[in-house]
C-alpha cells in the first residue's frame, strides 16, 4: 500500500539522506521529496533513486523551470512538486513520464494546473487555506482530482482536512529538520503513519 503521505526532506544533504529515506521506508511512507532548495539535491536524489527506486518513489520539490525537470528525468525521479501552478513545468513532467503536483491556492490555480495535465494538486500552504478553504473549492473540482494538502497538516488536524476532502498530505518538518539523524525521524514517522491509517483507515 502507498499512502498519500509525501515526506518532505528539505535541507537534507547527499552524505545523510539514505538513512533518514531507509527510516521513513521502514515506517510505511514510500513518496520522498527532496526540495531542490536543499543542499546538492540532484545527488541526494540519484542516490535515492539508486538505492531505493525500487522500494520508493523518489521525486523532487520547489521545481520552478522545465530544465530541471529535464535533469530529475535524466537522473530516474518520479514525480516533481512545485510551490506555484507553471504550466510549463507541469507539461515538461507529463512529457518525461513523472507525476506532476503544482502548487494551487485558488480555483483559478486549480483548473490551470488540471488544464495543463496535473496529476495531483497540492494545496499550499495549507494553513492560510485551511479545511474550510479546500471543503469551499473541493465543490467546483472534478470529484476524481487528487488533492494533498501541505503546509499547516499534520496528526492534529489529519481529521479535519479528511473531512474536507484531502486525499493526501506533504509532511515536512513533523517529520525532519535540517540535521536530523534517522533515529530521531524514524519514531515520527512511526506515529505520523499510525495517526494517518486511524484516520484514513
Given at each position: 500500500?502507498?499512502?498519500?503521505?509525501?515526506?518532505?526532506?528539505?535541507g537534507?544533504?547527499?552524505?545523510e539522506?539514505?538513512?533518514?529515506?531507509?527510516?521513513l521506508?521502514?515506517?510505511?511512507?514510500?513518496?520522498?521529496?527532496?526540495p531542490?532548495?536543499?543542499?546538492?539535491?540532484?545527488?541526494?536524489?540519484?542516490?535515492?533513486?539508486?538505492?531505493?527506486?525500487?522500494?520508493?518513489?523518489?521525486?523532487?520539490g520547489?521545481?520552478?523551470?522545465?530544465?530541471?525537470v529535464?535533469?530529475?528525468?535524466?537522473?530516474g525521479?518520479?514525480?516533481?512538486?512545485s510551490?506555484?501552478?507553471?504550466p510549463?513545468?507541469?507539461?515538461?513532467?507529463?512529457?518525461?513520464?513523472?507525476?506532476?503536483?503544482?502548487?494551487?491556492?485558488?480555483?483559478?490555480?486549480?483548473?490551470?494546473?488540471?488544464?495543463?495535465?496535473?496529476?495531483?494538486?497540492?494545496?499550499?500552504?495549507g494553513?492560510l487555506i485551511?479545511?474550510?478553504?479546500?471543503?469551499?473549492?473541493?465543490?467546483v473540482?472534478?470529484?476524481?482530482?487528487?488533492?494533498?494538502?501541505?503546509?499547516?497538516?499534520?496528526?492534529?488536524?489529519?481529521?479535519?482536512?479528511r473531512?474536507a476532502?484531502?486525499?493526501?498530505?506533504?509532511?515536512?518538518?513533523a517529520?525532519?529538520?535540517?540535521?536530523?539523524?534517522?533515529?530521531?525521524?524514524?519514531?515520527?514517522?512511526?506515529?505520523?503513519?499510525?495517526?494517518?491509517?486511524?484516520?484514513f483507515?
Amino acid at each position: 500500500m502507498t499512502r498519500p503521505l509525501i515526506a518532505i526532506l528539505r535541507g537534507v544533504t547527499p552524505a545523510e539522506v539514505e538513512p533518514i529515506a531507509r527510516a521513513l521506508i521502514d515506517a510505511g511512507i514510500t513518496l520522498i521529496e527532496v526540495p531542490l532548495n536543499s543542499p546538492d539535491p540532484f545527488e541526494s536524489i540519484r542516490r535515492l533513486v539508486d538505492r531505493f527506486g525500487d522500494t520508493a518513489m523518489i521525486g523532487a520539490g520547489t521545481v520552478l523551470e522545465p530544465e530541471q525537470v529535464d535533469r530529475l528525468a535524466g537522473i530516474g525521479a518520479k514525480f516533481v512538486v512545485s510551490p506555484d501552478c507553471n504550466p510549463q513545468v507541469i507539461r515538461a513532467t507529463k512529457a518525461a513520464g513523472m507525476t506532476s503536483c503544482p502548487g494551487v491556492m485558488t480555483p483559478s490555480d486549480c483548473f490551470a494546473a488540471l488544464r495543463a495535465g496535473a496529476d495531483v494538486l497540492k494545496l499550499f500552504p495549507g494553513s492560510l487555506i485551511g479545511p474550510g478553504g479546500l471543503k469551499a473549492i473541493r465543490a467546483v473540482l472534478p470529484p476524481d482530482t487528487q488533492v494533498y494538502a501541505v503546509g499547516g497538516a499534520g496528526p492534529a488536524n489529519f481529521a479535519d482536512w479528511r473531512a474536507a476532502g484531502a486525499d493526501g498530505f506533504g509532511i515536512g518538518t513533523a517529520l525532519y529538520h535540517p540535521g536530523d539523524t534517522a533515529a530521531e525521524v524514524a519514531p515520527r514517522a512511526a506515529d505520523l503513519v499510525a495517526r494517518f491509517d486511524e484516520v484514513f483507515g
